[in-house]
């Protein structure tokens, strides 16, 4: 198989394909009626420097090499699954629409071709830019290469448009003035290009054994828990994530066990032959993919918001229903059930004070098994530290 992978920024959970009443994404609806439809999946976190970077590694962000700016870099020493088909003549594309995938941050590592679109500038507080179109002519571009396409490809697009700031497009119906209503109109206008760009692919001769992916960086909030936009927590409304998978030839399920993009580098590689490198923490979906009715819950989701400049640190562990946050280097837990509360808003760790103490154990553990490395670059961070970690696994702290 070829893979795209198509990421959108800041796109929630609630879309019409999981009961949001407006019809905002039209052509992703109906991809999803062909697709298996993962109705509770979670980003890694909720900002898109380490949402990102750990979906291309496949690993937890705060196992990964990386600096302690908001805006964070991210050091060679980190292995991406790129990387791993780069070794196996597979070749890889990128292309992105906002200026931090432009400045040097180590996230093109493992591609053979990265590019921005033209005109972009970097304003650190909002997105300036609406860049659906260019996105789209730009990927035309590069997929119509046959130095790209005519042997067995990866390519990724991330799309930015939902970001901040919102904008009402005379494309898209007029659901309303406030932010939700704009952000609607985003959406609708970012998958009216997701349908140019995959109406274009459908005419090339290396469609027919391509499989597409489309899945978020990490949702948005409208007021949630005195929240907008996003990052800072990791309440489900800002980490849970839509993600499909069209592959050729098999049959549309939903599957309502929860699922962590950690497990999308292993599919990936499995969907195209190339065995996964050691490195990696997910397991692949193939095989839930190929045979309806086997997808069964993990042992848990993990989902963390490691310590920079901006955000001070986060964790949250959940396990069937229950959903365990800490925060301030887990000093203060919260407890819910996010069947019965799916809104977070009662706290049960007072009142189920064995359940939080097993969910507390589990995390800790977890965090054994896979060590925290700290940030580099000298940076003060939320909690006044220093960024003082290390490089690579050789450099001294």
């Given at each position: 198989?070829?893979v795209?992978?198509?990421t959108?920024?800041?796109?929630?959970?609630?879309?019409?394909?999981?009961?949001?009443p407006?019809?905002?994404a039209?052509?992703?609806?109906?991809?999803?009626?062909k697709s298996?439809?993962?109705e509770?999946?979670y980003?890694?976190?909720?900002?898109?420097?380490?949402s990102?970077?750990?979906?291309?590694?496949?690993r937890?962000?705060s196992?990964?090499?990386?600096?302690?700016a908001?805006?964070a870099s991210?050091?060679?020493?980190n292995?991406f699954?790129?990387?791993a088909?780069q070794?196996?003549?597979i070749?890889?594309?990128g292309?992105?629409?906002?200026?931090?995938?432009?400045?040097?941050?180590g996230?093109d590592?493992?591609f053979d071709e990265?590019?921005?679109?033209p005109g972009?500038t970097?304003?650190?507080?909002?997105?300036?830019h609406v860049?659906?179109?260019?996105?789209?002519?730009?990927g035309i571009e590069l997929l119509?290469k046959?130095?790209?396409t005519?042997?067995?490809f990866?390519?990724?697009?991330?799309y930015?448009d939902?970001?901040?700031q919102?904008?009402?497009h005379?494309?898209?119906?007029?659901?309303g003035r406030n932010?939700?209503d704009r952000?609607d109109?985003?959406?609708f206008?970012?998958d009216?290009?997701?349908k140019?760009?995959?109406?274009?692919a459908?005419t090339?001769?290396?469609?027919?054994?391509t499989?597409?992916i489309?899945?978020?960086?990490?949702?948005?909030?409208f007021g949630?828990?005195?929240?907008?936009?996003h990052?800072?927590e990791?309440?489900?409304?800002l980490t849970r994530?839509p993600l499909?998978?069209?592959?050729?030839g098999?049959?549309h399920?939903?599957i309502l066990?929860r699922?962590?993009?950690?497990?999308l580098?292993p599919t990936i590689?499995?969907?195209?032959g190339?065995p996964?490198?050691p490195?990696l923490?997910g397991k692949?979906?193939?095989?839930e993919l190929?045979?309806v009715?086997?997808a069964?819950?993990?042992?848990?989701i993990?989902?963390e918001?490691?310590?920079?400049?901006?955000?001070?640190?986060?964790?949250?562990?959940?396990?069937?229903?229950f959903?365990?946050?800490?925060?301030d280097?887990?000093?203060?837990?919260?407890?819910y059930?996010?069947?019965?509360d799916?809104?977070?808003l009662?706290?049960?760790?007072?009142k189920l004070?064995?359940?939080r103490d097993e969910?507390?154990q589990?995390?800790d553990?977890?965090?054994?098994t896979n060590?925290?490395v700290e940030?580099y670059?000298?940076m003060r961070?939320?909690?006044?530290?220093?960024?003082?970690g290390p490089?690579?696994p050789?450099?001294?702290?």
């Open positions: 198989m070829n795209i992978l198509i959108i920024d800041s796109l929630r959970a609630d879309m019409p394909w999981t009961g949001y407006r019809k905002i039209p052509f992703l609806t109906e991809l999803a009626a298996v439809v993962y509770r999946a980003s890694m976190s909720s900002y898109t420097a380490k990102i970077s750990s979906l291309l590694a496949g937890y962000p196992t990964l090499y990386r600096s302690g908001f805006f991210f050091s060679p020493a292995f699954f790129t990387e088909l070794a196996h003549k070749r890889t594309i292309w992105h629409a906002h200026m931090y995938f432009g400045q040097n941050k996230l590592q493992g990265w590019q921005l679109v972009l970097f304003n650190s507080e909002t997105d300036e860049t659906s179109d260019k996105m789209t002519a730009l119509g046959p130095a790209n005519s042997k067995q990866f390519a990724w697009a991330h930015m939902p970001h901040d919102y904008v009402k005379p494309e898209s119906p007029d659901f932010n939700r952000y109109s985003e959406v206008y970012t009216l290009f997701v140019k760009l995959l109406d274009w459908k090339q001769p290396w469609f027919s054994h499989a597409i489309v899945s978020a960086d990490h949702g948005e909030a949630e828990h005195q929240m907008y936009k990052a800072f990791l309440w489900d409304v994530i499909l998978i069209h592959v050729p098999l049959p399920q939903r066990a699922r962590s993009v950690i497990d580098a590689l499995e969907l195209m190339c996964p490198p490195s923490l692949s979906l193939v095989p190929t045979a009715g086997t069964e819950e993990r042992p848990f993990l989902l918001l490691p310590e920079d400049s901006h955000n001070a640190p986060r964790r949250a562990l959940i396990q069937g229903a959903k365990l946050a800490t925060r280097d887990s000093h203060q837990l919260s407890l059930n996010l069947d019965q799916p809104d977070e009662t706290d049960l760790a007072a004070p064995k359940k969910l507390k589990l995390l553990q977890a965090y054994v060590p925290s940030p670059g000298g961070l939320r909690t006044g530290k220093r960024a003082a490089t690579g050789t450099a001294p702290r």
